[in-house]
């Protein structure tokens, strides 16, 4: 049998005292909040009994060290799968409100052209397909269980959109997929020709949120 469930978590709040969006920038990793909350998701799962049997992480520094509670909560290695990955950003490294001062600048204005793809980064069409190829390769990858992949909230979100049949564009400020939440999916029926399909979306760390500083910039 493959796994019963696959839960794909978010990374914890990232220490970014500038604001910027951080995208695949190096030396992004957690704050010390960051890792309380990762901590607080890892132990949730443990603690109800959660049957975790594999836990794959994004290359980027902040998904690694929010795997690393996972890792020790359940004594497993963690691999990395590279289609976890936060998206490509022509904003990387820009305070909140790129996309407005765009509009002043216009060697900028191909960045903006096609917001439904959109044209500042990679299409959400690509993103969702990658995402839900490592899911797929994911629950393939035990005899049983469940398997943990920590990501990014665009990736998780592409995934919700792409399962639940809803246009992959949207409001960026809508996203339910809070730092350290888990949204579980799982393929029903339980064979490779089965659909993944969102089965629960777990917060455990809101308690925490309410001291974030960064929550990620839109």
């Given at each position: 049998m493959p796994a019963t469930r696959i839960h794909l978590v978010r990374h914890g709040e990232v220490h970014n005292p500038d604001r910027v969006l951080y995208g695949r920038l190096p030396g992004f990793g957690l704050s010390d909040l960051g890792g309380q909350m990762a901590l607080a998701s890892a132990?949730?799962?443990r603690d109800v009994g959660v049957d975790v049997r594999r836990i794959v992480a994004s290359p980027l520094q902040r998904t690694q060290e929010s795997a690393a509670p996972w890792a020790a909560a359940y004594d497993l290695e963690v691999t990395l799968d590279e289609r976890?990955?936060?998206?490509?950003?022509?904003?990387?490294?820009?305070?909140?409100?790129?996309?407005?001062?765009?509009?002043?600048?216009?060697?900028?204005?191909?960045?903006?052209?096609?917001?439904?793809?959109?044209?500042?980064?990679e299409a959400y069409e690509s993103i969702a397909n990658r995402m839900l190829a490592a899911v797929d390769t994911a629950w393939r990858s035990v005899d049983e269980g469940d398997v943990v992949l920590v990501s990014h909230q665009?990736?998780?979100?592409?995934?919700?959109?792409?399962?639940?049949?809803?246009?992959?564009?949207?409001?960026?400020?809508?996203?339910?997929?809070?730092?350290?939440?888990?949204?579980?999916?799982?393929?029903?029926?339980?064979?490779?020709t089965g659909r993944f399909t969102e089965v629960g979306y777990a917060d455990p760390a809101q308690e925490l949120r309410?001291?974030?500083?960064?929550?990620?910039?839109?």
């Open positions: 132990n949730a799962w976890l990955i936060e998206p490509t950003n022509r904003y990387e490294g820009q305070p909140p409100g790129f996309t407005k001062r765009s509009l002043r600048r216009p060697a900028e204005w191909p960045w903006i052209a096609n917001p439904l793809r959109p044209s500042w980064g665009l990736p998780i979100w592409m995934v919700h959109r792409k399962l639940a049949g809803e246009s992959l564009w949207h409001d960026p400020r809508k996203r339910r997929c809070d730092l350290s939440s888990i949204t579980t999916v799982e393929r029903v029926p339980a064979t490779s309410a001291r974030a500083i960064d929550e990620g910039a839109v």
